[in-house]
């Protein structure tokens, strides 16, 4: 059939296949963790309270899963990275977030319309 795989564990009520599942879905979670501390400013809490901290990682989960549903419906080369990058950078604008990233050339006249604001402030 396949491979055969050697794991150890101190979960002997189990069987080999839910500790195989286990361990693969704790892969699935470290990798969405890292993503989020890397997108998502979750390398510090903003407070030390339970309800507070609980509330931050909600909040990033929530823009991660927003963000992974725009990923996917604009099929673009743009990464992950890119797209929560170039979001934080326009907050200032009311745009189509999604009309943004799939035709940029329409917001052309925009960007150096607040790029010659920034050199005045400069």
Do not use: H
Not at 24 to 38: A, G, S, T
Not at 67 to 72: C, N
Request: hydrophobic content about 45%.
């Amino acid at each position: 059939m396949g491979e055969v795989q050697e794991c150890l564990t101190n979960l002997m009520e189990v069987s080999g296949k839910t500790v195989a599942q286990l361990y693969k879905n704790r892969w699935i979670i470290e990798m969405l963790f890292k993503q989020l501390k890397q997108n998502f400013e979750l390398k510090y809490f903003l407070s030390d309270t339970e309800y507070r901290i609980m509330s931050q990682i909600w909040v990033a989960l929530i823009v991660n899963l927003i963000f992974t549903l725009i990923e996917r419906m604009i099929k673009k080369a743009e990464d992950f990275s890119t797209l929560v990058s170039v979001a934080a950078k326009n907050l200032c604008f009311c745009i189509s977030f999604i009309q943004f990233i799939t035709s940029p050339e329409l917001y052309e006249s925009r960007w150096k319309y607040y790029e010659e604001d920034l050199g005045k402030c400069n």
